[in-house]
């Protein structure tokens, strides 16, 4: 709960088997990292065939992340600013799909320039008004990672990126797996 308001997430996983997509609703609750998201979305195929984990925060964003046998996941992030707001966001949006370097998330202490003034009298005020401003550029508005992640699948990058509100819908339906997603929706 948010503000007097209920954040809805929405969290799918998606196998690809000789028979079709089986899908089965996922709790996210234990993931903290990438790395546990893609061993979750592993065991859910033991023959090492496609798993797409599908997750969306309704009318916010919706993410991708693709997990082909022990390949590293390749993920798509429809909105990175909004999914940076969201726990389950953190978990996709890495250093490398945020092209920063790992560890690089804030301000470097020792290259600071710590004069006197850090208790907000500081004697540059756009100087600050900048670094703000370079902070929230960190995480981009828009869409971030591998908008090729479903292209042999039937969902074309630019299909993909004009996906809005219904997307996982429509992602299901292209895939032919809308009946299989339903039933966990």
Known sequence: M???RVTVYFAALLARTEDGWEASDTELDD???LSDLADLAREASPDEDTVLVLIEQENGWFGVVRVDGEEDPRIYVSDAAAAAR????EILL???LLGREPGDDGADLDALDLDGTEDGDSDDEDA???AAAGSADAVPHGPVGDAQVLEDLGVSEKELRSMTEDALSEIAEALGASEVLETVR
């Open 31 to 33: 993931v903290e990292t």
């Open 128 to 130: 600050d008004a900048g």
């Open 94 to 96: 890495t250093d490398e």
């Open 86 to 89: 969201s726990s389950y966001g």
């Open 2 to 4: 948010t503000s007097g």
